[in-house]
């Protein structure tokens, strides 16, 4: 899954790809690498982030997904607001991507379920200017896991259906370095739910401290310099079982990736 960010205020790209023509231009380019799915996103969910309002997400998004469908791409359509993905769905979106998991919007989840389209829930706690305050467990990948079964059970209720519902563990949501670390080997606890697993940690602030020797209040590396250590990531979410990654950088997640299948090729052959 290929990321479009389209807004002005991203952590990762800082609104380079804000204009709606560099938008979809980026979107084909992510085709053209490999991605195959665009994820397109008009709120930035890094933390702290103000919301925009409800035009102006709707503004932001709904050129890119029509333009980057009608060229035959499959677009998720990344928010937390039903009408956004309601009007994204009728501009050709085939995949709600929610990082409230549907908790955002009480509309959410009748939509999805008249809907009958793939439905990402995230883990979630609070929005953006008040997840890093929710940063408190006992057991990080427990509560988790233990969470995201809530949210399956409350998204059954509602009417969607079992083999609609993807489940994201929340990198980076309301988690801080040592939590990204544990949920992400625990991850096969979260594939074991029974549902496709979507792996977002792609530029993640805890990719940008890797050094063992740096001391707690050091300086993480830019995002931009981060998708090394999300490939190794992918790879790893791959090898959990997992469903897809959410990826800013394609080229170099998917070398990993096909690093993993040859070595797994080469020892079918031995079998």
Known sequence: MGVVNVTPDSFSDGGRWFEPRAAIEHGALLLEQGADLLDIGGESTRPGAARPS?????????????????????????????????????????????????????????????????????????????MDLEARYADVLGEVVAELEQRVAGLLEAGVAAEAIILDPGFGFSKDAGHNWELLAGLGQVVALGHPVLVGTSRKRFLGRLDPTAGPDAEPSPPIERDAATAATSLLAAQAGAWAVRVHDVPSTRDALAVWEHVRAAGADHD
Do not use: Y
């Open 54 to 130: 409800e035009r102006e997400e709707l503004d932001r998004v709904l050129e890119v997904v029509r333009a980057l469908a009608d060229q035959g791409a499959k677009v998720s359509v990344d928010t937390m607001r039903a009408r956004v993905a309601a009007e994204a769905l009728d501009a050709g979106a085939c995949l709600i991507n929610d990082v409230s998991g549907g908790l955002a919007d009480p509309q959410m989840a009748p939509l999805v379920a008249s809907a009958g389209v793939p439905f990402v829930a995230m883990h979630w706690r609070a929005h953006s200017a008040q």
